[in-house]
């Protein structure tokens, strides 16, 4: 299994980037993937999540109506739209593979949902 997260980068507030994470080695359509975010001196948190067959979405309060997390399960790519960007949104972004507990049908909250990890991609914005 592998999961490459990958598009961070500089931005000013207001703003938009795009986050990208390619994953391979396991029935991709068949598992939720989701991303978290984590700053230095504080936990992995929740950002957004998506099903396996791409129905079923859920996002941090912190980002509702700002991010999108879209995916395309015929190249195996999973996508974070992120506008109107705050420097509160600086952090370093993970991309994560749910468990074959989670199912294929419902997004996933919980980092214990989640078991393969990108290697971080940075996000910084500028006021």
């Known amino acids: 299994v592998q999961v490459v997260d990958f598009g961070g980068g500089l931005a000013h507030s207001g703003g938009s980037l795009r986050l990208s994470c390619q994953a391979s080695?396991?029935?991709?359509?068949?598992?939720?993937m989701g991303w978290f975010r984590q700053v230095p001196g504080k936990e992995r948190e929740f950002v957004a999540s998506?099903?396996?067959?791409?129905?079923?979405?859920s996002y941090a309060d912190s980002v509702k109506a700002r991010f999108t997390i879209t995916r395309d399960n015929v190249g195996n790519m999973i996508y974070l739209q992120m506008n109107n960007l705050t420097t509160e949104d600086t952090a370093l972004y993970y991309c994560?593979?749910?468990?074959?507990?989670?199912?294929?049908?419902?997004?996933?909250?919980?980092?214990?949902?989640?078991?393969?990890w990108g290697q971080g991609t940075q996000v910084t914005v500028s006021s």
């Open positions: 998506i099903s396996g067959n791409g129905g079923s979405t």
């Open positions: 080695g396991f029935e991709f359509s068949h598992r939720a």
């Open positions: 994560a593979k749910a468990t074959w507990s989670v199912g294929g049908f419902r997004a996933a909250e919980r980092a214990s949902d989640y078991d393969y």
